[in-house]
C-alpha cells in the first residue's frame, strides 16, 4: 500500500537585477531537460533595458544523453504530486520576489514545458501580470476561463515556422485553446525554431 510523506527540498531560481532602475520584473520559465541559470541566459539583455529577470528552476533534475544534469517539471509519474510540489515552490517563490519589488509590474514568461507549468500555477496563485507570454507549448486541459480571470492581463502565444519539437497542427490547437480562456490573448508567428524568439525581446526592449 503506497503512502505519502511532504519533505522540504532546497529550490533554486537566478537573478538578473536591472540596470539602473527597474520598470519591471520578467519571471521566465524554463522548458523540458534544461536548466535555469542557462535559460536566463537568453534575456540577459533585458537587463539593460529596465528589467529584473528572474528564472526559477524545475525541482526534478536528470542526466540528458550527453551525461549533462538538467531539470524538468513534471513527468506523468505521481503527476499531482508533482505539479502541486512546483506549484507550491512557486508560490513561496513569488512571495519573497514581491516582498522586494513591491510596486512594480509583474510579467510571466512560459517556454516548451513552462507554459503549462505557468498556467497552471498562475490559475492557482494570487498574483496579477500585466503580461503572460507562451512559446511553444500545451495548454492544460484542466484549466478554465474562471480559473484565469485576472484583471489587467495579456496574452501572448508564440511559435516558430520551423519548431520541430511543435507541429503547425498542435500549436493551431493551442492557441485556440488559450483563445478560449483568455479574450485577449495574441497569436504570434516568428521564423525560428524551438526557442526564444527574438520578437518577445525586441517587445518588452521597446516598452
Not at 189 to 195: D, K
Amino acid at each position: 500500500m503506497k503512502h505519502t510523506i511532504e519533505v522540504t527540498k532546497t529550490a533554486h531560481y537566478y537573478y538578473n537585477p536591472a540596470k539602473g532602475n527597474a520598470k519591471g520584473i520578467v519571471i521566465a520559465l524554463h522548458g523540458y531537460a534544461q536548466l535555469a541559470g542557462e535559460f536566463i541566459e537568453e534575456f540577459s539583455e533585458l537587463s539593460t533595458f529596465g528589467y529584473d529577470v528572474y528564472a526559477p528552476e524545475a525541482l526534478s533534475t536528470f542526466y540528458n544523453k550527453l551525461r549533462k544534469p538538467v531539470a524538468n517539471w513534471m513527468t506523468t509519474h505521481e503527476r499531482e504530486d508533482e505539479i502541486r510540489d512546483y506549484v507550491n515552490f512557486l508560490n513561496k517563490f513569488i512571495e519573497a520576489i514581491k516582498l522586494k519589488h513591491t510596486d512594480l509590474p509583474i510579467y510571466l514568461v512560459g517556454f516548451s514545458q513552462g507554459v503549462s507549468t505557468l498556467l497552471r500555477w498562475y490559475a492557482e496563485s494570487n498574483i496579477v501580470a500585466n503580461e503572460v507570454h507562451l512559446i511553444a507549448g500545451s495548454i492544460p486541459e484542466e484549466i478554465t476561463a474562471t480559473n484565469l480571470e485576472k484583471t489587467t492581463d495579456k496574452y501572448f502565444y508564440y511559435f516558430g515556422t520551423y519548431d520541430r519539437l511543435v507541429k503547425k497542427e498542435q500549436a493551431d490547437i493551442y492557441w485556440h485553446q488559450l483563445k478560449k480562456l483568455a479574450a485577449s490573448a495574441e497569436y504570434i508567428s516568428f521564423e525560428g525554431r524551438h526557442e526564444v524568439p527574438k520578437k518577445l525581446l525586441a517587445h518588452f526592449c521597446s516598452m
